[in-house]
C-alpha cells in the first residue's frame, strides 16, 4: 500500500461526503474498476496485444491527453523486455514530431493503435490520417484495416462510425470514465500489454489500493494514505501554498510526473481554483530547481514520491527529507512499496482517488475540462 509521512486534521464527515458526491457523478466508474475486472474484455486485450506483437515490429499509438499520458507514464518508468517497438505519435501539432516519428518506424512492419474517447480530437485525428495513409500504401486497404486498433466511444464519434464501417478491431472507453482516469481501461491496457508491462499485476495492485481504501473508509477514513494526502493538499492549498511539486528520484518516471500533472491540473483547475502541478527529478533538478527549492518564494509545498531505490540515490533522497524542511517548505513523502507493475498500480489508483477527494474537499467537479474543451472549440473555429 502506498504510505505517507502525516496524518492531518480530517474532518471525516466532509471527507464522506465528498466520496458520495464522487460516487454519484456520472463519471465514476474507475471508482470500482480495478476490483471488477471484465475478464472477458481483459482476454481480448491480450488476444489483440499477442497479434500486434506478431505481426509487426511497431505499434504507433496515437492520443493525445488522458488518451496517452498514463499508458506512457508506465510503460517508461518500467521499460519492459520487449520485441516490439511504441512509438508515439498526434500528441501535438508538430510537424516536425510527426515527421520524426514516421521515420522512427521507417520500413519495418507496424500496426495502429488509435486512441480518442472523443474521436474528434484534432492532434490524434492528423497523426491518424497521416498514418493510416502510410499503412493503406504498404499494405493495401483490407489487410491495413486489419492492423488498425481503434479505442473510443462504445456508440459515438467519427471515429466509431469510421472504425464499424472499415471492420477495425474496437475497444471501447466507458462512457462513465473520463480521459485522466482511463489508464486502466482498454485506452492504457492495450498499449501496455504490447509494451510487454504485465497488465494482470498492475490491476492487482491498483485492486489492492482500492481495497484498502474502501476498508478505511468503512472503518475510520484517518487510516487511508489517501484521504490523509487528499486532506493535506486542501489544508496547504488553504494556507496559501498555490504549488505542489512533484519530486521523483527515478529519471524513468519523468512521464509519470507528467500524468500527474494532467490528473490535477484538469481536475483541479477550474472556477479560479486549484493548486498548480509540477514536478522535478533529483538528483538532476538539485542543481537547477534545488536552489528555489531550498530558498525561492515559500508558496509551494513537495510531495516526495518515495520509489525503492539503490542505495546511493537513497542517500539523495535522505538529504533532501533533511535539507528542504530546513528550508521552510513542507515535504509530503509518499512511500511506494515496490517498483514493478503491482508498484504502479497502486500509485495510479491512490493519485485518482484521492485527486477527485481533493478536488471535491475545494469544492470543484473533478471530472469535466471546460478548458480544455475551450482551446479545441477555437482551434476547430480557427481551421475552419
Ligand atoms: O482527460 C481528458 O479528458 C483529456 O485530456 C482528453 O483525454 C484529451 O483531450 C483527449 O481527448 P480524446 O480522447 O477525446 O481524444
Not at 174 to 185: A, E, F, K, Q, W
Given at each position: 500500500?502506498?504510505?505517507?509521512?502525516?496524518?492531518?486534521?480530517?474532518?471525516?464527515?466532509?471527507?464522506?461526503?465528498?466520496?458520495?458526491?464522487?460516487?454519484?457523478?456520472?463519471?465514476?466508474?474507475w471508482?470500482?474498476?480495478?476490483?471488477?475486472?471484465?475478464?472477458?474484455?481483459?482476454?481480448?486485450?491480450?488476444?489483440?496485444?499477442?497479434?500486434?506483437?506478431?505481426?509487426?515490429?511497431?505499434?504507433?499509438?496515437?492520443?493525445?491527453g488522458g488518451?496517452?499520458l498514463g499508458?506512457?507514464a508506465?510503460?517508461?518508468?518500467?521499460?519492459?523486455?520487449?520485441?516490439?517497438?511504441?512509438?508515439?505519435?498526434?500528441?501535438?501539432?508538430?510537424?516536425?514530431?510527426?515527421?520524426?516519428?514516421?521515420?522512427?518506424?521507417?520500413?519495418?512492419?507496424?500496426?495502429?493503435?488509435?486512441?480518442?474517447?472523443?474521436?474528434?480530437?484534432?492532434?490524434?485525428?492528423?497523426?491518424?490520417?497521416?498514418?493510416?495513409?502510410?499503412?493503406?500504401?504498404?499494405?493495401?486497404?483490407?489487410?491495413?484495416?486489419?492492423?488498425?486498433?481503434?479505442?473510443?466511444?462504445?456508440?459515438?464519434?467519427?471515429?466509431?462510425?469510421?472504425?464499424?464501417?472499415?471492420?477495425?478491431?474496437?475497444?471501447?472507453?466507458?462512457?462513465?470514465?473520463g480521459g485522466r482516469y482511463s489508464v486502466?481501461?482498454?485506452?492504457?491496457?492495450?498499449?501496455?500489454?504490447?509494451?510487454?508491462?504485465?497488465?494482470?499485476?498492475?490491476?492487482?495492485?491498483?485492486?489492492?489500493?482500492?481495497?484498502?481504501?474502501?476498508?478505511?473508509?468503512?472503518?475510520?477514513?484517518?487510516?487511508?494514505?489517501?484521504?490523509?494526502?487528499?486532506?493535506?493538499?486542501?489544508?496547504?492549498?488553504?494556507?496559501?501554498?498555490?504549488?505542489e511539486?512533484f519530486?521523483?528520484?527515478?529519471?524513468?518516471?519523468?512521464?509519470f510526473n507528467e500524468w500527474l500533472k494532467q490528473l490535477f491540473g484538469e481536475s483541479e483547475g477550474?472556477?479560479?481554483?486549484?493548486?498548480?502541478p509540477?514536478?522535478?527529478?533529483?538528483?538532476?533538478?538539485?542543481?537547477?530547481?534545488?536552489?528555489?527549492?531550498?530558498?525561492?518564494?515559500?508558496?509551494?509545498?513537495?510531495?516526495?514520491?518515495?520509489?525503492?531505490?539503490?542505495?546511493?540515490?537513497?542517500?539523495?533522497?535522505?538529504?533532501?527529507?533533511?535539507?528542504?524542511?530546513?528550508?521552510?517548505?513542507?515535504?509530503?513523502?509518499?512511500?511506494?512499496?515496490?517498483?514493478?507493475?503491482?508498484?504502479?498500480?497502486?500509485l495510479v489508483y491512490f493519485f485518482e482517488i484521492a485527486c477527485a477527494?481533493s478536488a471535491?474537499?475545494?469544492?470543484?467537479?473533478p471530472f469535466?475540462q471546460?478548458?480544455?474543451?475551450?482551446?479545441?472549440?477555437?482551434?476547430?473555429?480557427?481551421?475552419?
Amino acid at each position: 500500500m502506498i504510505t505517507i509521512n502525516c496524518s492531518p486534521e480530517v474532518d471525516i464527515s466532509r471527507v464522506h461526503e465528498a466520496l458520495s458526491d464522487i460516487r454519484k457523478d456520472a463519471m465514476s466508474g474507475w471508482v470500482d474498476l480495478p476490483c471488477r475486472v471484465n475478464m472477458e474484455e481483459l482476454s481480448r486485450i491480450k488476444s489483440a496485444a499477442d497479434k500486434i506483437i506478431d505481426e509487426s515490429e511497431v505499434l504507433v499509438c496515437i492520443g493525445i491527453g488522458g488518451s496517452y499520458l498514463g499508458h506512457r507514464a508506465i510503460i517508461e518508468a518500467l521499460r519492459p523486455a520487449s520485441n516490439i517497438e511504441i512509438v508515439y505519435a498526434g500528441n501535438s501539432l508538430s510537424r516536425r514530431e510527426l515527421d520524426r516519428a514516421i521515420a522512427q518506424v521507417g520500413d519495418r512492419d507496424f500496426s495502429i493503435n488509435i486512441i480518442s474517447k472523443s474521436g474528434t480530437t484534432l492532434e490524434p485525428a492528423i497523426a491518424f490520417e497521416t498514418f493510416k495513409k502510410l499503412l493503406f500504401e504498404k499494405y493495401g486497404a483490407s489487410e491495413a484495416a486489419k492492423r488498425i486498433y481503434a479505442t473510443t466511444d462504445a456508440a459515438h464519434g467519427a471515429l466509431h462510425d469510421e472504425a464499424v464501417k472499415n471492420g477495425y478491431t474496437r475497444f471501447i472507453v466507458p462512457d462513465n470514465i473520463g480521459g485522466r482516469y482511463s489508464v486502466l481501461t482498454p485506452v492504457g491496457l492495450l498499449p501496455l500489454a504490447v509494451a510487454g508491462v504485465d497488465i494482470d499485476a498492475l490491476l492487482a495492485g491498483a485492486a489492492e489500493e482500492a481495497t484498502s481504501f474502501s476498508d478505511a473508509m468503512k472503518h475510520d477514513p484517518r487510516t487511508s494514505a489517501a484521504v490523509n494526502y487528499a486532506y493535506m493538499r486542501y489544508t496547504l492549498g488553504n494556507k496559501g501554498y498555490d504549488t505542489e511539486v512533484f519530486a521523483s528520484f527515478e529519471p524513468a518516471t519523468a512521464y509519470f510526473n507528467e500524468w500527474l500533472k494532467q490528473l490535477f491540473g484538469e481536475s483541479e483547475g477550474k472556477g479560479q481554483q486549484g493548486v498548480l502541478p509540477t514536478s522535478v527529478i533529483y538528483s538532476t533538478d538539485l542543481h537547477s530547481l534545488g536552489q528555489f527549492m531550498q530558498d525561492g518564494r515559500r508558496n509551494l509545498w513537495e510531495t516526495i514520491i518515495d520509489y525503492p531505490t539503490d542505495d546511493l540515490n537513497a542517500k539523495v533522497v535522505a538529504a533532501v527529507k533533511k535539507a528542504h524542511p530546513l528550508g521552510g517548505i513542507p515535504v509530503l513523502v509518499l512511500g511506494v512499496p515496490s517498483y514493478d507493475e503491482r508498484g504502479f498500480g497502486q500509485l495510479v489508483y491512490f493519485f485518482e482517488i484521492a485527486c477527485a477527494l481533493s478536488a471535491r474537499l475545494y469544492g470543484v467537479n473533478p471530472f469535466d475540462q471546460p478548458g480544455v474543451e475551450a482551446y479545441k472549440t477555437e482551434l476547430k473555429k480557427l481551421l475552419a
